[in-house]
């Protein structure tokens, strides 16, 4: 909103109180940013980044995830500990509660490790409970990790993991918007959670009650056009009660990893990925990837926009199938597969 109006976050950081108030900001909002600029010296802070080796990425750098900033309140800044790498782009947020019972745990250990093994990178909040689960499931299964703060990314919290965040630097990324040296307030939790959601392809809840926060989570990924999965718990606990309400609610219900996998069309990105360095893509498909996109297409209409023979599309589009260039949706009707469509 503030780079928008006053067309740089230069300009919008020394902007005074009238001018911030221009922008619709109530006087809470003006006030804190009033207190916080008096309290941080950008040349300071991106000193003490430095120092500590901490990437601070600006929302008009090519370095800032593309999909965060599809969302409505991107975080203009965010400070990075770690890598992102283009792999992360399939990734899932799995969250839930503080205290879970055995059940969420094994549940929680299972499902994250099957989705890294699948080469998912799973994003969590480095809380305890289901996130620190969540987390040293995928470091187990040699899988990739991040965690979205709600506190600087040189301040972990809470303290017990600070083991677990430096494996997580070296197999990922610890991210927030918050300042370096900011320690962990209450109201950062809730907002950080826009983050998590905002990465992700979508947020899984495993074990949730009905006040848990990893339900903020999910009520962030349907603003943000994310799905939502949740698995369903006994009825009778009320570990399981936010859970068994998003399924009852919409979410989409999940038994295994397969359930995730099939309905984000992962398994044939993984393949896609995988075929991408070892197959070269040909000119037949190239050709054919032009007139393929997000609706699906008849196999006859791809032979006549093309003008390849029939038997040349139809061996080439089972080959890009293998590869997971393209998807066979039923009755000869094939659309590009969706890292394509991002791409």
Excluded at 74 to 88: F, S, T
Excluded at 231 to 256: D, E, H, Y
């Amino acid at each position: 909103m503030l780079e928008k109006y006053f067309g740089d976050l230069s300009t919008a950081w020394k902007a005074n109180e009238a001018e911030l108030s221009k922008v619709g900001l109530d006087c809470g909002t003006i006030n804190s940013i009033v207190y916080w600029r008096s309290k941080v010296e950008p040349a300071r802070e991106l000193e003490k980044a430095d120092r500590f080796g901490v990437s601070v990425v600006t929302a008009v750098s090519p370095k800032y995830p593309s999909r965060l900033k599809e969302i409505y309140d991107y975080p203009p800044v965010l400070y990075i500990k770690g890598n992102l790498l283009p792999e992360d782009q399939l990734s899932i947020a799995v969250v839930g509660t503080r205290n879970p019972t055995a059940y969420g745990r094994q549940v929680t250990e299972e499902i994250v490790t099957a989705l890294s093994r699948n080469n998912v990178t799973i994003a969590s909040g480095l809380a305890r409970g289901i996130d620190t689960i969540s987390h040293s499931s995928a470091l187990k299964a040699g899988g990739r990790t991040i965690g979205v703060l709600g506190s600087g990314v040189n301040v972990i919290y809470p303290p017990e993991n600070t083991a677990i965040a430096k494996q997580i630097i070296e197999n990922g990324a610890l991210i927030s918007e918050y300042a370096m040296d900011m320690g962990p307030r209450p109201e950062n939790f809730p907002r950080r959670n826009r983050i998590l959601s905002g990465l992700t392809l979508g947020t899984l809840v495993t074990e949730a009650g009905e006040k848990s926060g990893a339900l903020i989570t999910a009520e962030y990924a349907l603003d943000q056009n994310r799905d939502v999965f949740a698995i369903p718990g006994n009825i009778f606990s009320a570990k399981s009660s936010g859970t068994n309400r998003l399924i009852q609610q919409g979410a989409k219900l999940v038994r295994t990893e397969s359930d995730i996998l099939i309905e984000l069309n992962i398994e044939s990105v993984a393949t896609q990925l995988e075929f991408k360095e070892t197959l070269p893509v040909t000119e037949n498909e190239k050709n054919l990837i032009r007139y393929l996109g997000v609706e699906p297409v008849h196999i006859d209409e791809i032979c006549r926009t093309s003008k390849l023979p029939a038997s040349v599309v139809s061996s080439t589009l089972s080959m890009m199938e293998l590869k997971g260039t393209v998807k066979h949706l039923g009755g000869m009707n094939y659309t590009l597969s969706r890292v394509i469509k991002e791409s």
